[in-house]
């Protein structure tokens, strides 16, 4: 017999960015100016992530465009990896993310791609703690607590077992 299973997201918003702490706030602003600093020739859609680390050091990442699609590189990606990279061991526990076109930043927050989500699952599970993701957009911003919220059925290690004693 097949039975239906729910599967619930829950995330925080706010359209008042003074709800936020001044951390949160200064990473959303953060992720906005480096989206200006995005190589979006073809699409014209410029997102910056901003990472904060356990340290409270904060890394940029942007997305970068390629005329050989797929060769690009997100922001969210982009900023994991310097932060992976150059601060091994400084753990990331928030991500800020925004989008902007021509018009300027989006009316309404921006999910990270199915590839982001599997690379901040990942750096969940390697670094043994949540990272906050937090989108913003001009009207609003949410909150997520975690990547499983993004990602409820997650692929991971634990997918990669063939030997179940292992």
Do not use: W
């Not at 702490?21 to 992720?31: M, T």
């Not at 690009?72 to 932060?83: F, K, Q, V």
């Amino acid at each position: 017999m097949i039975k239906t299973k729910n599967i619930s997201v829950t995330y925080k918003e706010s359209d008042n960015p003074d709800d936020l702490n001044i951390e949160d706030r200064e990473l959303i602003e953060s992720a906005r100016t480096a989206s200006l600093n995005a190589y979006a020739p073809y699409s014209g859609f410029k997102v910056g992530a901003a990472v904060r680390l356990e340290s409270g050091k904060i890394i940029l990442g942007t997305n970068v465009e390629n005329a050989a699609f797929p060769s690009g590189i997100c922001a969210e990606r982009s900023a994991l990896s310097n932060a992976s990279s150059n601060y091994p061991g400084d753990k990331p526990v928030a991500i800020a993310i925004a989008a902007r076109s021509e018009a300027g930043i989006t009316d309404n927050p921006v999910p990270p791609c199915g590839n982001c989500r599997q690379v901040i699952t990942e750096e969940e599970s390697r670094n043994n703690n949540k990272i906050r993701i937090i989108l913003s957009s001009k009207n609003k911003i949410q909150i997520i607590e975690g990547c499983k919220d993004l990602l409820p059925l997650q692929f991971n290690k634990n997918n990669l077992k063939i030997n179940p004693h292992l």
